[in-house]
């Protein structure tokens, strides 16, 4: 395969990758999936390429075009000029206006505010970690790395800026990137509870991840993206298994699937969806009617579950460089 066809294909796995990962709407999403398939029948591609390590470079698009940027900025701060104390005093200002509007969740205003500052002392590590911490909360995570990359060029021993990046790779669901930071971020800083959290998140994520053959299963099992229900407990629970019988047993309930099943209540309930609706709503009315308990036993399951996509935390998100 040509340099060309490997170049599309890492654009390929770069674009797929960012519909697993990326904060994209419905519509962004299907343009996404065109681009893909435009791209796969102009150039011969397919998915089945990606599969093949012998067509793949040993780097991802995404990580070949950080560190350009990580070189280009290294090559450009090495040749900014020394900020008088007057600029330095002015930058101090917009960092301290970043922080109230970070406070207040004005976030964009706050981004604004470290980009002035930056602008007039770009040598100051602190600005451009802060400004990531604004770009994360704008889900902006790609130039949340970016900046956090800066401020290690900085400052290679900024331990706030692993952590941050480290939540900016959570957030793209690349956890094995995520761990790496943390443990660097706790390695220069091993008091820091936060960073001690968000690296056993991390390391537990990484054992939850689904082994390929077994990623649907997997998904199916989950809550809202969090940890899988235990379907199992579930259905050997006696009190679930006799209440859904005698439901069954309810002549309702029975029509009811019986159309769901044959398609036919499709004329006259307005299609199957709102009889499985219907259905679903008739059948939660009748379990918290007739046992509260495990209906409430359920919704603390589910809402454990989707909890959990939520462990990670930054140790100054209301304060961006409160030890600074």
Do not use: W
């Amino acid at each position: 395969m040509s340099h060309v066809k490997r170049l599309v294909l890492s654009i390929v796995q770069f674009l797929r990758q960012q519909l697993q990962t990326a904060d994209l709407s419905s519509d962004a999403k299907e343009s996404v999936e065109v681009a893909v398939q435009c791209l796969e029948t102009a150039y011969g591609v397919s998915i089945d390429d990606l599969s093949n390590d012998s067509l793949l470079v040993s780097r991802t698009l995404l990580d070949i075009f950080r560190e350009v940027v990580v070189q280009e900025h290294a090559q450009v701060h090495e040749t900014l000029p020394e900020p008088t104390e007057a600029q330095r005093a002015e930058a101090e200002k917009y960092k301290q206006e970043g922080n109230n509007m970070m406070k207040l969740e004005m976030y964009t205003a706050a981004l604004e505010c470290y980009t002035k500052a930056i602008s007039l002392d770009g040598n100051n590590a602190v600005y451009y970690c802060n400004r990531a911490a604004a770009h994360s909360k704008l889900n902006n995570h790609a130039d949340a790395i970016e900046d956090c990359q800066r401020a290690l060029d900085i400052d290679p021993k900024y331990g706030k800026a692993y952590g941050r990046i480290g939540l900016a790779y959570a957030s793209l669901n690349e956890h094995q990137r995520a761990k790496e930071c943390y443990q660097k971020a706790v390695e220069l800083d091993p008091e820091n509870q936060s960073y001690i959290n968000n690296l056993r998140v991390a390391e537990e994520k990484l054992r939850g991840m689904p082994s390929p053959g077994n990623g649907d299963a997997r998904r199916a099992g989950g809550v809202g993206g969090g940890a899988p229900m235990d379907f199992g407990s579930l259905l050997n629970n006696p009190t679930l298994m006799n209440m859904a019988a005698t439901l069954m047993q309810d002549p309702t309930m029975q029509n009811m699937m019986a159309g769901l099943m044959s398609g036919g209540m499709s004329q006259n309930t307005g299609g199957g969806l709102d009889a499985l609706l219907q259905a679903g709503q008739q059948l939660a009315s009748q379990m918290q009617a007739s046992n509260p308990e495990l209906v409430e036993q359920l919704r603390r399951h589910m809402s454990n579950s989707n909890s959990s996509d939520a462990s990670n935390q930054d140790p100054s998100a209301g304060n961006p460089d409160a030890d600074n």
